[in-house]
């Protein structure tokens, strides 16, 4: 137990640090913890995002049944984003597993993937307030019925291929494009339908990851032990802190990472 715990500071000091984040902004978990296993700990990226599905698919999960006891899920529009989600990991599952083990190659679309998502997680951080401004200036260009339920489907496809391959895009990605589609949703709405539908997703994402051999226990442990508290501290301090700044350092993290891994 003292070797393990000697060995795995620090993953639990990392889990810490993007958990404070994750709380003090509600995103950045997929978006910072997987190029920091890349860059910091030269974890491999296949199993750096195995890793970390399998450890949002736990966190996310206990934030899901806090935004349930609240009342902040449209269950409904979970299961439209489901249904795209979990049909697009499943089939990039399998493409995965029928390309077998990857080479350098492989490695490189995943790292570049990684870096590409970033990127696009900064954007939406960026643009999310003027896209929902736009929405709201043109209502008549908004969906309605059968296009809603088919357009939400479309976005769970495109974020499910994204969480597979680089474990990112169900947080501030996912966040946005549910905007763009529910522009009245609340705030505490849009937080809790995005993680609820990130549950299953990161889950079977997970255990396919888990199923390819992507998954360190010893580091998933050890992740785990820094985040849960730090993500309840983040989430208290939050309440005191200027969200601005919080997201202001987010951005600038997300853009320098991104940048990194696409170099």
């Known amino acids: 137990m003292e070797e393990f715990l000697l060995l795995a500071w620090p993953y639990t000091l990392t889990g810490a640090l993007v958990g404070l984040l994750v709380g003090l902004t509600g995103v950045g978990g997929g978006s910072l913890m997987t190029p920091l296993l890349t860059l910091l700990f030269s974890v ?15 966190t996310k999960g206990f934030g899901t049944a806090a ?8 269950w409904d529009i979970v299961t439209y984003l489901c249904l795209g989600s979990i049909s697009a990991s499943l089939l990039s599952l399998l493409l995965m597993k029928i390309l077998g083990e ?3 190659a492989g490695h490189q679309f995943i790292r570049v993937s990684i870096g590409v998502s970033v990127l696009l997680t900064a954007l939406s951080l960026v643009f999310r307030k003027r896209m929902l401004l736009l929405v709201d ?3 008549h260009y908004q969906l309605h019925g059968s296009q809603l339920k088919w357009a939400t ?3 769970g496809c495109i974020t499910g291929v994204l969480v597979t391959v680089s474990s990112i895009g169900a947080g501030a990605i996912g966040a946005t494009l549910i905007l763009v589609l529910y522009p009245r949703l609340q705030p505490a709405q849009v937080a809790g339908t995005d ?3 990130a549950v299953p997703l990161t889950a079977i994402a997970g255990l396919g990851h888990w199923w390819l051999g992507n998954v360190h226990f ?7 032990a820094g985040s849960i508290p730090s993500i309840w501290l983040g989430a208290h301090l939050a309440k005191h802190l200027p969200e601005r700044a919080t997201r202001f350092t987010l ?7 991104g940048i990194k891994m696409v170099a």
Do not use: K, W
């Open 44 to 58: 491999p990226p296949s199993v750096a995002v195995g890793t970390d599905l399998a450890f949002a698919s736990i």
């Open 67 to 74: 935004h349930r006891f609240h009342g902040n899920v449209r």
């Open 102 to 104: 990857m080479g350098e």
């Open 137 to 139: 200036a043109h209502p």
């Open 153 to 155: 489907m479309i976005v």
């Open 195 to 197: 993680v609820a539908y």
């Open 218 to 224: 010893d580091l998933l442990v050890g992740l785990l």
């Open 251 to 257: 951005i600038t993290t997300l853009t320098l990472v």
